[in-house]
């Protein structure tokens, strides 16, 4: 098991900022990949970005290159994912989520783990 706890969300308007954060419990994030994701009513869970703790390799979206950063701080268990330049239509259910293993999996259903989620809503 590897409990997973969101925090950070909250309501911005555009072209404002916010850093979420993901904390682990109970194990070290050695050889796991770290991911956010985002979902909307009716809509499927978007892969955001994810991490790799072995070579600290990532993978942005599309939607989000250049304007949101995913980083680890291992000492403290913890996953940040800076969100830059927001826009309305980033706003959603923020997820976070974690693997065992190496590599960048894209998809929801490749996840093991998974955190409450913490609503960013930005406003136009």
């Known amino acids: 098991q590897l409990p997973l706890v969101e925090s950070g969300g909250g309501l911005v308007q555009a072209g404002d900022s916010l850093r979420l954060a993901c904390t682990a419990s109970?194990?070290?994030?050695?050889?796991?990949?770290m991911a956010w994701f985002r979902q909307t009513p009716g809509k499927e869970r978007e892969g955001v970005s994810c991490i790799s703790s072995s070579d600290g390799s990532t993978y942005y979206a599309d939607s989000v290159k250049g304007r949101f950063t995913i980083s680890s701080d291992n000492a403290k268990n913890t996953v940040y994912l800076q969100m830059n330049s927001l826009k309305p239509e980033d706003t959603a259910v923020y997820y976070c989520?974690?693997?065992?293993?190496?590599?960048?999996?894209?998809?929801?259903?490749?996840?093991?783990?998974w955190g409450q989620g913490t609503q960013v809503t930005v406003s136009s």
């Open positions: 109970g194990r070290t994030l050695d050889y796991v990949t």
């Open positions: 989520a974690a693997v065992d293993g190496l590599g960048l999996p894209r998809f929801w259903y490749e996840y093991e783990y």
